[in-house]
C-alpha cells in the first residue's frame, strides 16, 4: 500500500455542510450546548469558587491535550512544576506541557477577537512574524546584506572562508585584508556563486530533514549535489506532489483554518456547531504540525467568546476521556457527533470539579467554624480553594504569619486538611486534587 499518495487538504465548507445530515447530529448538538451552557453559568453564581475551579481546569485540560498528544505528564509533578517545587529535574514532556499551560492562561486572558487572527496565532506559538519560512527570512536577510555591503567584512556575518578570505576572523580583519582590498569584479563573482552552491546545499539538507520528520518521503529533487535555488524553488509535478511539500508554507494553512471560520460566520451556523467543524479543520488542515493542542485551546477560546463567556471549557479533557477518536476517513456526521460528544463531557468534567471543590468548601468550613475572630484559620481555608497547591512559604506570605503559626493552622484543619502532594518531610505541598 502506497502511504505517502497525494493526499486532499482543502476544506470546503459549503460542500461539507451541503451534504451534512443534520437528523444525526441535532441531538448531540442540542445535548453538548446546553451541558456548555449549564456548566457556564454554575460558574459564574459561584463566585466562591470560580477563582479554583478555573486554576484547577487550566491543569487538568493540560496534562489531557500533552495525553493527546501521546506523552504523559503527571498532574502533581505539572502542580509543582508551576509552583517552583519541582521532586525530579523536569523533563522534556513537563516542559512543554509548562508551555501550553503558559498559552492556556494567556487564552484566558486575552480578548478571543484579537486571538483569532493570523498573527494572534502565530505570537502564541512564538513567532509573531507572519513572513514566510525560515528558509526564505533567511534568504531575504542574506541577499539584502549582500546588496549593502554589509557582509563585506570577515568580522561579521559567514565565515572567512566562505568569501575567498584565508586571514583569520578579527575586529580590524576588514581593513588589514590584502584580499579583499584587491580582488576584483570577476572575483566577487566567483565567490557569490560558490555561496550559492554552499546556501541551496544547506536548503536541500534542511528540506530533506523537515519531509523525513513529517513522515513523508524526501523529494527526489533534493537528493544529490549542489543545486541552485532556481531549482529548489521549481513547483513539484502533479504526479509527484507529496501531502507536504516544501512549498505548502504554515502561514498558508492557517489563512484556509481561519477561512473556515469566516465562512460559518457567513452561514450563521450555531455556535457549537461552528467549534466543532473549526477542531475538525484544525486535524484535517494541520495548520501548525507542531502544535496540535493549540487547535483545540483556539476553539476554547472561540467557545468563550460565543458560548461560555465565564470560563474556558476543557476540551482536551473531555476529548480524552471521550471514547470518540477523530479518523480522517471517517464520514464527517460521525465526526461531528463525536467532538459533539466530547464537548458534553467536558461540560460534565466543569461540574464534577465543581462538585468536588464545594464539598472540601463546607469541610475546611466548618473546621475553621469554631474558631476566635482573630484566628487567621478560615483565611488559610480559602486558600486552597482558589489555588490549586498550597505551600507554606506561600500561606506564610499571604496571611502575614509565621511558619510556625502555619503549621499550628494545618494541625487544626486536622481531617479536612487536603492531602500533601509532594510526599517529603520539608517543602510540603497541599492541594484539592
Given at each position: 500500500?502506497?502511504?505517502?499518495?497525494?493526499?486532499?487538504?482543502?476544506?470546503?465548507?459549503?460542500?461539507?455542510?451541503?451534504?451534512?445530515?443534520?437528523?444525526?447530529?441535532?441531538?448531540?448538538?442540542?445535548?453538548?450546548?446546553?451541558?456548555?451552557?449549564?456548566?457556564?453559568?454554575?460558574?459564574?453564581?459561584?463566585?466562591?469558587?470560580?477563582?479554583?475551579?478555573?486554576?484547577?481546569?487550566?491543569?487538568?485540560?493540560?496534562?489531557?491535550?500533552?495525553?493527546?498528544?501521546?506523552?504523559?505528564?503527571?498532574?502533581?509533578?505539572?502542580?509543582?512544576?508551576?509552583?517552583?517545587?519541582?521532586?525530579?529535574?523536569?523533563?522534556?514532556?513537563?516542559?512543554?506541557?509548562?508551555?501550553?499551560?503558559?498559552?492556556?492562561?494567556?487564552?484566558?486572558?486575552?480578548?478571543?477577537?484579537?486571538?483569532?487572527?493570523?498573527?494572534?496565532?502565530?505570537?502564541?506559538?512564538?513567532?509573531?512574524?507572519?513572513?514566510?519560512?525560515?528558509?526564505?527570512?533567511?534568504?531575504?536577510?542574506?541577499?539584502?546584506?549582500?546588496?549593502?555591503?554589509?557582509?563585506?567584512?570577515?568580522?561579521?556575518?559567514?565565515?572567512?572562508?566562505?568569501?575567498?578570505?584565508?586571514?583569520?576572523?578579527?575586529?580590524n580583519a576588514r581593513s588589514t585584508s590584502p584580499d579583499i582590498a584587491s580582488a576584483g569584479p570577476t572575483d566577487h563573482l566567483g565567490t557569490r556563486q560558490t555561496e550559492d552552491e554552499l546556501f541551496a546545499?544547506?536548503?536541500?539538507?534542511?528540506?530533506?530533514?523537515?519531509?523525513?520528520?513529517?513522515?513523508?518521503?524526501?523529494?527526489?529533487?533534493?537528493?544529490?549535489?549542489?543545486?541552485?535555488?532556481?531549482?529548489?524553488?521549481?513547483?513539484?509535478?502533479?504526479?509527484?506532489?507529496?501531502?507536504?511539500?516544501?512549498?505548502?508554507?504554515?502561514?498558508?494553512?492557517?489563512?484556509?483554518?481561519?477561512?473556515?471560520?469566516?465562512?460559518?460566520?457567513?452561514?450563521?451556523?450555531?455556535?457549537?456547531?461552528?467549534?466543532?467543524?473549526?477542531?475538525?479543520?484544525?486535524?484535517?488542515?494541520?495548520?501548525?504540525?507542531?502544535?496540535?493542542?493549540?487547535?483545540?485551546?483556539?476553539?476554547?477560546?472561540?467557545?468563550?467568546?460565543?458560548?461560555?463567556?465565564?470560563?474556558?471549557?476543557?476540551?482536551?479533557?473531555?476529548?480524552?476521556?471521550?471514547?470518540?477518536?477523530?479518523?480522517?476517513?471517517?464520514?464527517?456526521?460521525?465526526?461531528?457527533?463525536?467532538?459533539?460528544?466530547?464537548?458534553?463531557?467536558?461540560?460534565?468534567?466543569?461540574?464534577?470539579?465543581?462538585?468536588?471543590?464545594?464539598?472540601?468548601?463546607?469541610?475546611?468550613?466548618?473546621?475553621?467554624?469554631?474558631?476566635?475572630?482573630?484566628?487567621?484559620?478560615?483565611?488559610?481555608?480559602?486558600?486552597?480553594?482558589?489555588?490549586?497547591?498550597?505551600?507554606?512559604?506561600?500561606?506564610?506570605?499571604?496571611?502575614?504569619?509565621?511558619?510556625?503559626?502555619?503549621?499550628?493552622?494545618?494541625?487544626?484543619?486536622?481531617?479536612?486538611?487536603?492531602?500533601?502532594?509532594?510526599?517529603?518531610?520539608?517543602?510540603?505541598?497541599?492541594?484539592?486534587?
Amino acid at each position: 500500500m502506497n502511504y505517502y499518495r497525494a493526499m486532499k487538504t482543502a476544506y470546503d465548507l459549503d460542500v461539507l455542510v451541503g451534504k451534512l445530515p443534520f437528523d444525526r447530529i441535532v441531538t448531540s448538538l442540542d445535548a453538548a450546548g446546553r451541558a456548555l451552557t449549564r456548566a457556564d453559568e454554575r460558574i459564574r453564581r459561584s463566585e466562591e469558587l470560580s477563582q479554583g475551579v478555573k486554576a484547577r481546569v487550566d491543569f487538568f485540560d493540560t496534562c489531557a491535550a500533552v495525553a493527546l498528544g501521546g506523552d504523559l505528564v503527571h498532574l502533581e509533578d505539572l502542580v509543582l512544576h508551576d509552583a517552583g517545587m519541582d521532586r525530579r529535574p523536569p523533563t522534556h514532556e513537563l516542559t512543554r506541557a509548562a508551555r501550553l499551560l503558559h498559552v492556556r492562561r494567556r487564552l484566558a486572558k486575552k480578548p478571543p477577537a484579537g486571538i483569532l487572527t493570523h498573527n494572534g496565532i502565530l505570537a502564541l506559538t512564538g513567532e509573531p512574524d507572519p513572513v514566510g519560512d525560515w528558509g526564505e527570512r533567511e534568504r531575504q536577510s542574506v541577499t539584502t546584506d549582500k546588496e549593502t555591503g554589509a557582509h563585506a567584512g570577515a568580522g561579521q556575518g559567514r565565515p572567512a572562508f566562505a568569501r575567498g578570505d584565508s586571514s583569520p576572523v578579527g575586529k580590524n580583519a576588514r581593513s588589514t585584508s590584502p584580499d579583499i582590498a584587491s580582488a576584483g569584479p570577476t572575483d566577487h563573482l566567483g565567490t557569490r556563486q560558490t555561496e550559492d552552491e554552499l546556501f541551496a546545499e544547506i536548503d536541500n539538507v534542511l528540506a530533506r530533514s523537515a519531509q523525513l520528520a513529517r513522515g513523508d518521503l524526501p523529494d527526489e529533487r533534493l537528493s544529490g549535489s549542489a543545486r541552485s535555488r532556481e531549482n529548489i524553488s521549481k513547483p513539484l509535478t502533479k504526479g509527484s506532489r507529496l501531502r507536504s511539500d516544501i512549498d505548502d508554507r504554515p502561514a498558508d494553512r492557517i489563512g484556509d483554518w481561519l477561512a473556515v471560520l469566516e465562512r460559518a460566520r457567513q452561514k450563521s451556523l450555531p455556535e457549537v456547531l461552528t467549534a466543532a467543524l473549526l477542531l475538525d479543520a484544525w486535524a484535517h488542515l494541520q495548520p501548525l504540525e507542531g502544535w496540535p493542542e493549540l487547535g483545540r485551546f483556539l476553539v476554547q477560546s472561540y467557545l468563550m467568546s460565543n458560548v461560555t463567556p465565564n470560563h474556558l471549557s476543557p476540551l482536551c479533557v473531555g476529548l480524552r476521556k471521550s471514547p470518540f477518536r477523530w479518523r480522517r476517513r471517517d464520514p464527517l456526521a460521525l465526526r461531528l457527533a463525536g467532538l459533539l460528544g466530547a464537548f458534553e463531557r467536558a461540560a460534565s468534567e466543569t461540574l464534577e470539579h465543581m462538585d468536588r471543590l464545594q464539598i472540601a468548601r463546607d469541610r475546611l468550613m466548618r473546621a475553621s467554624s469554631q474558631t476566635r475572630k482573630q484566628s487567621r484559620l478560615p483565611e488559610f481555608a480559602e486558600m486552597f480553594l482558589s489555588r490549586p497547591l498550597v505551600t507554606i512559604p506561600m500561606a506564610r506570605r499571604h496571611l502575614g504569619v509565621t511558619a510556625a503559626a502555619v503549621d499550628n493552622m494545618i494541625r487544626q484543619l486536622g481531617p479536612a486538611l487536603p492531602r500533601e502532594l509532594t510526599g517529603r518531610d520539608r517543602y510540603r505541598a497541599w492541594g484539592i486534587l
